[in-house]
């Protein structure tokens, strides 16, 4: 997201390739590293003053995805020209929906300083010292932390 209009020329797929090397370097990337597809998501003509279009990159390798997303939450700001870059997996609305259900829970494990990730589709492991656990529902998270952390 915030890449500018047009400034991937003819090639979208060379430049997403040039641009991921250049924007999040050092990157460590396979050596057979390909950018499959590229395209911005088709819409009616912007306006200039309009944000960009999403670019989306097809990435053949997903270690080689993986490694993009991880540089790019190490970096944490991405620029481009003075413009910032973000980056983000690409979920089906389904899945996203999903996802998003454990907003508010995610948001409390971070005041409380618990590390986690969402694993895919949408399912929360929250580290604890060397242990993960695992939950399907916010609710069962939820239960979890008002265990740990009474009020």
């Excluded at 997403?16 to 999040?24: K, Y």
């Excluded at 970096?75 to 999903?98: C, G, H, I, R």
């Excluded at 949408?122 to 952390?149: C, H, M, V």
């Amino acid at each position: 997201m915030g890449l500018p209009e047009r400034v991937e020329g003819s090639s979208p797929e060379e430049y997403a390739e040039r641009l991921i090397r250049e924007v999040l370097a050092p990157i460590e990337l396979s050596s057979n590293f390909v950018v499959k597809r590229a395209h911005r998501i088709p819409t009616r003509p912007l306006p200039p003053s309009g944000a960009p279009r999403p670019f989306i990159m097809r990435i053949l390798n997903y270690r080689d995805r993986d490694a993009i997303l991880a540089a790019a939450r190490r970096k944490k700001d991405v620029q481009l020209e003075n413009t910032k870059l973000s980056f983000y997996p690409d979920f089906t609305a389904a899945v996203q929906k999903q996802r998003r259900q454990f907003t508010s829970i995610r948001a409390r494990l971070r005041e409380l300083g618990f590390k986690y990730a969402m694993l895919y589709p949408a399912k929360l492991r929250i580290q604890e010292g060397d242990r993960s656990r695992f939950f399907q529902t916010p609710g069962e998270a939820a239960d979890w932390i008002d265990r740990q952390n009474p009020r």
